[in-house]
């Protein structure tokens, strides 16, 4: 089997409940989705990136594995793209001890459920209808994989928490009923976090918005935190 990386770096957290910890992330290439405020795009061609047998992807892991190295985590493009590869990659590093981590838009539940043995740490990322994610009518089927990926993170015991990416185009009666939906399928005490991000640089939502947003969120979810990228300020990759 092959797999394609797009790059293998160290650096900190910039988001979600880790945000500031150490890590090593692996960048998957590809993804065909269009969201407006991508900020990988250069990894999102299937193409992109080098492509390794399994084994040189975990040498080349290996060698970038320092003394230091709290977590690994796999990372986009989305990393379901390239599903058997990832779960392969990630036995490797957790044979080693070292937590992995899984960030995706999670848009199918056959490709998640093979790769969540092998992760502990989740992030299931929910697109507002508004991120030009897929079109409006492919919308509804793939925020069913997102929910049915939730629940199985949730149900594996999984660190798992909540990322919604939000811009000045978020309608807060269509994240209302996204709120309401997660919070009918899955009870506040089986996430571990749940991170509004505001898109930075294009579209950026206000204050008022995200408060609004905030506000929406916090009678199902008290812990709820509005979590701005902070590798973008720390000139991080
Ligand atoms: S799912 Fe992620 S990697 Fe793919 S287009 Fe959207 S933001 Fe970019």
């Known amino acids: 089997m092959k797999v394609r990386l797009f790059e293998i770096f160290t650096s900190v957290e910039g988001e979600g409940i880790l945000y500031g910890t150490k890590t090593l992330f692996v960048r998957l290439a590809g993804?065909?989705?269009?969201?407006?405020?991508?900020?990988?795009?250069?990894?999102?061609?299937?193409?992109?990136?080098?492509?390794?047998?399994?084994?040189?992807?975990?040498?080349?892991i290996d060698s970038n594995l320092k003394n230091q190295t709290y977590k690994v985590n796999f990372t986009g493009g989305d990393p379901l793209i390239q599903h058997e590869a990832v779960a392969l990659l990630a036995k490797?590093?957790?044979?080693?001890?070292?937590?992995?981590?899984?960030?995706?838009?999670?848009?199918?539940?056959?490709?998640?459920?093979?790769?969540?043995?092998?992760?502990?740490?989740?992030?299931?990322?929910f697109k507002t209808k508004d991120s030009d994610f897929v079109?409006?009518?492919h919308y509804e089927k793939f925020i069913g994989h997102t929910m049915k990926c939730l629940q199985s993170s949730v149900k594996s015991n999984k660190t798992t928490y909540i990322k919604v990416v939000v811009s000045s185009k978020t309608q807060l009666n269509?994240?209302?009923k996204l709120?309401?939906?997660?919070?009918?399928?899955?009870?506040?005490?089986?996430?571990?976090?749940?991170?509004?991000?505001?898109?930075?640089?294009?579209?950026?939502?206000?204050?008022?918005?995200?408060?609004?947003?905030?506000?929406?969120?916090?009678?199902?979810?008290?812990?709820?935190?509005?979590?701005?990228?902070?590798?973008?300020?720390?000139?991080?990759?």
Do not use: M, W
């Open 31 to 60: 993804c065909p989705f269009t969201c407006f405020y991508c900020d990988t795009k250069e990894s999102l061609p299937l193409d992109s990136g080098t492509e390794y047998s399994i084994e040189d992807a975990n040498h080349l």
């Open 92 to 125: 490797h590093i957790q044979d080693k001890k070292i937590p992995t981590y899984l960030e995706s838009s999670c848009f199918d539940i056959d490709r998640f459920n093979h790769v969540l043995p092998f992760i502990d740490i989740v992030k299931i990322e």
């Open 135 to 137: 079109d409006a009518k």
């Open 174 to 176: 269509e994240f209302a």
């Open 179 to 237: 709120v309401q939906e997660i919070f009918d399928k899955i009870s506040k005490d089986d996430i571990d976090g749940f991170i509004i991000q505001p898109t930075y640089g294009i579209s950026e939502p206000s204050l008022e918005l995200l408060l609004e947003l905030y506000d929406l969120v916090y009678p199902h979810y008290i812990d709820v935190k509005v979590v701005p990228q902070l590798h973008k300020f720390i000139g991080a990759p």
